[in-house]
């Protein structure tokens, strides 16, 4: 067709989309005519990289089912957490296929230092995910699929602040750091916090974006103002390997900014901030 695709193999993928280049390489998604599925291709030229790593064009859909030897059409599955990730692909019924599935611990069983669940390095978590998926793919031996979905599970409460160039300004917060506490009391003297609960389901609490920012503002003001924007790391992770952010209505959840009626950012504790909505 006018916008053909790149079948690679699985163990050249990862390092394709996700590796050392990630940042140079860009996904466009369209439907095709008459296509139900949703096509991942590549439109950026990345001659050296592209030329060693591309087998063949991807047929059309409706070509798929007669050709043999077509690729497998695949969903890869993320799953992030605080002490590992999972990576794993799924067929188009939904089940996840024998063998393609790995777990990348965060810290080895046999780290000996406590372990921090509170703050992480952005950088080093985002780089972990990405080793996650390399391991997958090498894995599988030179198999060929067809990957059409990426779908990413992710610890909670997170929060990470990036400039506009898209670099981290703080480390990843996570939902067990205790230094919002002061900012929490603040919350209760200044809003009615039974209101915002009823809007955004959450009460001022530590783990939620609410009290980070403040104290943020309070604590650290200067990083505050260098801010361009707050993310999840699910969503960092997104504009990392993306470019561009997104995020989804249970990640925004358990921000403690979304409203849960109008599943939209809520205005007075936004505007408080003075977060923009967008």
């Known amino acids: 067709g006018d916008h053909p695709g790149t079948v690679l193999t699985v163990k050249q993928t990862a390092s394709l989309l996700l590796g050392s280049n990630r940042r140079v390489l860009v ?3 369209w439907f095709l005519p008459g296509a139900r599925k949703l096509t991942i291709c590549v439109t950026h030229q990345m001659s050296q990289v592209l030329d060693e790593v591309v087998e063949r064009l991807e047929p059309m859909p409706g070509l798929v089912s007669v050709m043999p030897g077509s690729p497998i059409p695949v969903l890869l599955g993320i799953d992030i957490g605080t ?3 999972r990576a794993a692909l799924f067929d188009e019924t939904g089940r996840e296929i024998n063998g393609a599935g790995v777990r990348l611990d965060r810290w080895p069983h046999w780290h000996k230092v406590p372990v921090d669940f509170a703050v992480d390095d952005a950088e080093s978590l985002l780089e972990h ?3 996650t998926i390399d391991a997958l793919f090498a894995k599988l031996n030179g198999s060929v699929v067809r990957l059409e979905f990426v779908a990413v599970s992710c610890f909670w409460h997170s929060l990470v602040g990036v400039d506009g160039n898209g ?3 703080t480390p990843v917060m996570g939902w067990a750091d205790p230094r919002a506490v002061a900012a929490t009391y603040q919350l209760r003297s200044e809003l009615d916090e039974q209101t915002v609960h ?3 389901g959450c009460r001022f609490h530590p783990s939620y974006w609410p009290a980070k ?3 943020l503002q309070n604590e650290e003001p200067a990083l505050f103002r260098a801010t361009r ?3 999840s790391f699910s969503d960092y992770l997104t504009l990392q390997l993306f470019g561009e952010t997104a995020t989804s209505a249970s990640i925004a959840s358990g921000t403690g ?4 009626h109008t599943c939209e950012w809520d205005a007075e504790v936004c505007h408080r901030w003075h977060v923009l909505e967008s």
Do not use: F, K
Request: proline letters at 0%; hydrophobic letters at 40%.
């Open 83 to 85: 002490s590992g990730v």
């Open 167 to 169: 670099s981290a300004t």
């Open 27 to 29: 996904l466009e998604c």
């Open 129 to 131: 995910v990405v080793q």
């Open 257 to 260: 900014l979304l409203n849960q």
């Open 213 to 215: 920012l403040r104290r």
């Open 198 to 200: 009823r809007r955004t």
């Open 229 to 231: 924007t707050w993310l």
